[in-house]
Every structure is written in C-alpha cells, then in structure tokens.
C-alpha cells in the first residue's frame, strides 16, 4: 500500500513555514488562471526583477564551462578570466567533483579574510580560521546545522526573537526541540532589552527547559531593525550569564540603509571584549545584500569558541551530504573577493552594487512612508534588511491571515500574515518584501491602501 500521512513523523506534520504557506499557494493557483499578481512574500531579489551582478555571472559561466576560457580574452574583462583560472585550479577537478565536507579550502582562506578585514580596526586585529567555516547551501543548511547539534532531547530550548523568520521555529520543531520566544519592541523600532531576554528565560526555565542558545538576526527579518553595537555586547553578557551559545543571523550585513547605522559583527564585539567562553556560530550567505543569488545557494557558517571534539561532530554531519553545491561555494568565493581596486570590473561591479543598494533604500522609504500614511496601518522605519513588518488595525474577530488572503484575492498582492513569523498576543502584522520595482512598490501601496480602507 502507498504511502498514507498517518505514516509520517509528528515533527514533520507539525513543521509549519509560513513564508511559503497556503497564501503562497493560492497565489500560484491566481497567477495560472491569468490574474496579475506581485509577490512580495519572499526576499527572492532576482524573482523581482534585479540584475545579478555581472562579474559573478561571468566567473561562474567560465568556471562551469572551461572551454570558453582560451575564447574568453577578447569577450570578457581579464579578471573575470583570471579568477575564474584560478577557481579552476584551486577546486583541482571543476565544479562537477564534491570538494571537502567543509567546503574549498581556498574559498575557505578567502572568507577568513573577508571577516578580518571587515572586522579589524587600527585598534583590534580580529582573527579569523579557515578550519573554523563551514561552506553551506545557503544560510539556510548552516543554521540547520547548528540547530541539530545543540537540539539533543524534547526539553532542549532555543530562544529565538519574536516576531522571527520561520526557518528558526520551523527546524526546531522539526528536530524536537521548544520555542522560546524573547519579544522585540515594535514601539521602540524593534529594540531588543536585557529585561525582555530574561522575562523569557526564566520563564521557561521555571517550565523545565534546558536552554541552549540564543539566535539573533541582524539586520533583522522580518522588522528590518539594525542592532546596535551596545545591544550586541548585552546578547553576549546575557548568553555568558547564562551558558548559552548564540545563533548569528548575519544574512542582511550589506542591507543597511541610513547612513548613521553601521554593521557590527558578534565576531567583533566578541573580540573586542575578549569573550572566549561563548560559543559563536555566525551565518552569511549569498541570497541577500546586493548579489540577491538565492538559486544558487552559497553560504557559510563561521564557528568560535568551540572545541576540536565538537568541531569534529560538525564537520561530520556536513559530510554525511558530503559537501555544499560547488556553483554556491564559488559565488560565496566571489561574494567574499570582489573585484580589486584598480582592476577591469571594478568599476563595473561597484556602480551595480551601488545602484541596487540605492534603489532598496529608495523602496524601503517609500514603502514605510505610503504605509504610514494608511490610516490603521503603522509601520517602524526600515532601515535595514529587505522587509517591513507594519501593524495593521484588524476589524473586529478577523486574523491577519484572512486579511492577507483577502487582499490576494482582491488586489493580487502576496503578502505573509504576522502569525507566520510570531507576534504580541491581540497584535496583527503582515510582511511585505522591499524588493518590487520602485513603480510596482507604489502600486503595491495603493492596492493595500484602498483594500485595508474597504475591508470589513
Ligand atoms: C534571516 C534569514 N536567515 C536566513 C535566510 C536563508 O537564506 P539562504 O538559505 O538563502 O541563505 C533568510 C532568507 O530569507 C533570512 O531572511
């Protein structure tokens, strides 16, 4: 007999992630049966129509395919050749062998020098080991990772932000282990607070959870929120307090968007206050930022402050899917080592990064102002990430979720209900995606605009 449902794993059933739920679906059933519809439910940049950056494109083709290279010197620009020699060279056996669990250890090399650049002041020098990253099928696959070897019993408890991105509370149920929420201030900009991170602690404390770790998601998703500096020291104070280790969601770094927030690594901050005993697994990826190369899954996972028997563990569940997608771990290459100064695709390659940049900073100020001016509706600015997560003044006994689906319906907007990512009791929310077009993002405004004032 085939295969029935009740055959399945509680945890799998259980296992709920809204970003591509039921409204997603219907969405898809809409757009077969011809009604236009713009999905701004998922941080899919190239889905919405933004270019990849043509350096990577041109590396990556040379890289896949060889033989173009001795055609390559007259059509493309010679640093794009050379790297792509040298990715060819360093993989020893091209993009169609596995490489290491861990991952190309030039790509490795590359990445450590990545994050000590961009962390070490003329003040600190911020070490980083290539022994210590894990090459990973987006973020996505490292923070799995993670998440697998602290889960170790049913009462095992990972504190995650509400409200939260559904990879977090989708893998920990399914691998059995309990939600702690720690709420975010919507009323303060999505601020975090020590009292707020402690309320939740002891009170799941007080119900018997062992809890093993903190993830924090900066720039945040989906408030689009960036932390501070004095925040990210408070997480490691209260993680030491308390013996946990910390989850950094650190996929967003590039999406900054005021000129007086900065990003601050926890790598940094660790450093900086020579924290030794947290143990640190840090997540970048290149879905995000302005390379927005979601299909082609790179990411990485850097690890601190973890012995050599637990690095053994992890390098060995990487191996048992022996190892990440090369293409991603080439693009993470890329995504680490850009164009140098000085060199043929420089300019290039900063004048697209640039111009995405611009145009989401651009998008995330017109949407936050169109939705501030609904009446109902108020949303924190957004100064960071891809997302505003507004609230929304619901007509008396109706959910978020209907309001979502209704607008669908109506007005062919994809939009994910609050519920799906968590939210204050007796709040609604939905998330939108700063990613449409600026012209579509106006629409997107006018159609919840005119919606959310006729819905009963
Ligand atoms: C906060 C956050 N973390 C991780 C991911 C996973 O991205 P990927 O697996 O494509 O790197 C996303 C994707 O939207 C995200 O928003």
Not at 3 to 20: E, F, M, P, Q
Not at 116 to 124: I, N, P, V
Not at 439 to 445: A, G, P, R
Request: aromatic share 8%; with cysteine; hydrophobic share 40%.
């Amino acid at each position: 007999m085939a295969l029935t449902i009740s055959d399945i794993g509680k945890a799998v059933l259980d296992t709920h992630y809204a970003v591509r739920g039921p409204i997603v679906a219907r969405a898809q059933e809409l757009e077969k049966a011809g009604k236009e519809i713009i999905y701004c439910n998922i941080g899919n940049p190239q889905a919405l129509k933004q270019k990849p950056l043509t350096y990577i494109r041109q590396v990556l083709a040379l890289a896949e395919y060889p033989e173009l290279i001795e055609h390559a010197d007259s059509l493309l620009p010679q640093d794009a050749v050379e790297t792509a020699k040298t990715i060819l060279k360093e993989s020893k056996h091209g993009l169609g062998a596995y490489s290491d669990s861990k991952g190309m250890l030039f790509v490795r090399k590359a990445i450590a020098e990545f994050i000590e650049k961009r962390d070490s002041t003329a003040a600190l020098k911020v070490e980083s080991d290539p022994d210590h990253i894990y090459l990973t099928d987006g973020a996505s696959k490292g923070v799995q990772t993670a998440l697998r070897m602290l889960i170790a019993g049913d009462q095992d408890g990972i504190m995650i932000p509400i409200p939260q991105y559904p990879l977090y509370s989708a893998t920990i149920t399914l691998y059995g282990g309990v939600q702690v929420g720690y709420y975010l201030d919507e009323s303060s900009g999505w601020n975090l607070s020590y009292k707020m991170l402690e309320e939740a602690y002891l009170e799941a404390h007080a119900r018997g959870v062992r809890i093993k770790a903190i993830v924090v998601i900066n720039p945040g998703n989906p408030t689009g929120s960036v932390l501070t500096r004095e925040n990210i020291e408070m997480v490691i104070k209260f993680a030491k307090t308390h013996g946990l280790s910390i989850l950094a969601d650190e996929v967003y770094q590039e999406n900054i968007y005021r000129p007086e927030d900065s990003f601050v690594s926890f790598a940094r901050v660790m450093t900086e206050i020579r924290e030794h005993e947290v143990s640190l697994f840090s997540f970048h990826s290149t879905s995000k930022g302005f390379l927005g190369e979601c299909g082609h899954r790179g990411g990485y996972m850097e690890v601190r402050n973890v012995p050599q028997d637990v690095l053994a563990q992890i390098t060995k569940l990487q191996s048992v899917s022996l190892c990440s997608n090369l293409p991603g771990q080439v693009v993470t290459y890329l995504m680490v080592k850009p164009p140098a100064e000085g060199s043929p695709s420089y300019s290039k390659y900063n004048e697209e990064k640039n111009s995405i940049l611009s145009e989401l900073a651009k998008r995330a100020k017109i949407l936050a102002d169109g939705l501030n001016a609904i009446p109902g509706i108020s949303c924190q600015p957004i100064t960071g990430a891809m997302y505003a997560f507004p609230s929304i003044k619901l007509p008396e006994g109706r959910t978020d979720e209907e309001y979502c689906m209704a607008l669908l319906e109506q007005e062919g907007v994809c939009l994910v209900p609050g519920t799906g990512f968590r939210q204050v009791a007796g709040t609604a929310h939905f998330r939108t995606t700063i990613l449409p077009p600026t012209e579509q993002i106006l629409s997107v405004v006018e159609k919840i605009r005119r919606f959310h004032l006729a819905w009963k």
